[in-house]
């Protein structure tokens, strides 16, 4: 079996300036996983990109994640092309606006007030903006764009002039989103939450656009197991469903039916020292009594994603292991960051 979990914000443990975190990052279950892989493989598209390469998701312009999870939440994307409208709060700076996080609290009535505003104001255009959950906005194309953008999750914390899309069309979509910010800023919903306490957004963030994807011809069996939305929008899109989180390993390993590979995929904000003792340390021992052909650790918070792929280590290896502690902060201070 390969065994694949999806860790969020697990790579900035060591630039987390919180006190007592120190514990955390000593992580033992997952140095050794690490320690085993050696160097791991970097790419800047996001962790959900990451992940959907796992299900045999071949990159378009972009990658067409936003397709599969309309179709995941109840919408038929046809043959359209559909990019993901995030609701987000632009955190403005002294020189330039951050990407911040996305705004998913909205009611029902909010998120229909805004959708509906966006679709009268982009009608001519042929942009047309559905909301099949509060928190989770879509926008059709006219036609397919020539665009290039970043994920949510890769570009969140960054400056808004550096994530912007790119490709031949750019600039149109760029206009796009400063009108919508002119729109969301004075909106009368953004306005009573503001009075309220509440987060707003003051922008969309247009993302992981694409038709909808084919699957690929042959799948190998698959169990997913899904702390997020994406997860479960993946495995639908292979022909499986997505099942809850265990509470440990050997539970889920009970329920993947024998599955030729195993995805486990945690929300933010993952609880780290127990997937260390329910996923990571059992893993990394099912790995070397040769149980398991491999685990993929996929993570990010330094600018991209990493993937460790560790397989059982050589006899030598593990003898070794018996009298020395990998330590999981050397090991993430030694992985490459964006700028290097």
């Not at 900035?12 to 007592?20: D, F, K, R, S």
């Not at 009075?195 to 969309?204: K, P, S, T, W, Y």
């Amino acid at each position: 079996m390969h065994l694949v979990l999806a860790v969020p914000r697990l790579a900035a443990l060591t630039l987390a300036p919180e006190p007592g975190t120190r514990a955390a990052r000593r992580l033992p279950g997952f140095a050794r996983l690490l320690a085993a892989a050696g160097a791991p493989v970097r790419s800047g598209d996001g962790i959900a990109a990451a992940l959907a390469a796992h299900y045999g998701i071949a990159r378009q312009t972009d990658w067409p994640l936003a397709p599969l999870r309309l179709a995941a939440l109840g919408v038929d994307p046809g043959d359209a092309y559909w990019l993901a409208a995030d609701p987000v709060t632009l955190v403005a700076g002294r020189d330039d606006a951050q990407v911040g996080p996305a705004v998913r609290d909205f009611t029902g009535a909010e998120s229909a007030a805004l959708i509906a505003t966006l679709n009268s104001h982009f009608g001519d255009d042929g942009l047309v903006f559905v909301a099949p959950r509060p928190g989770a906005w879509f926008v059709r194309a006219p036609g397919v764009p020539a665009l290039a953008t970043r994920p949510l999750d890769a570009a969140q914390g960054k400056s808004l002039r550096t994530q912007m899309p790119a490709g031949s069309d750019a600039r149109t979509w760029w206009r796009w989103q400063e009108e919508i910010q002119m729109m969301l800023f004075t909106h009368p919903v953004s306005v009573a939450r503001e009075q309220a306490g509440r987060a707003g957004a003051n922008g969309v963030w247009f993302s992981t656009g694409g038709t909808r994807p084919r699957p690929a011809e042959p799948v190998a069996s698959m169990a997913t197991f899904a702390g997020d939305d994406l997860a479960a929008a993946l495995a639908a899109h292979v022909g499986g469903a997505a099942q809850p989180l265990p509470g440990h390993i050997d539970a889920a390993i009970a329920r993947a039916n024998s599955a030729q590979s195993m995805v486990v995929s945690f929300a933010a904000p993952a609880d780290f020292e127990m997937i260390d003792r329910a996923f990571a340390a059992p893993a990394a021992d099912a790995l070397a009594r040769n149980e398991m052909a491999c685990v993929t650790v996929i993570a990010d918070g330094r600018g991209s994603v990493l993937q460790w792929t560790a397989r059982r280590p050589r006899w030598t290896a593990r003898v070794a292991g018996r009298f020395t502690r990998p330590d999981i902060a050397t090991l993430l201070d030694a992985a490459p960051r964006e700028d290097s």
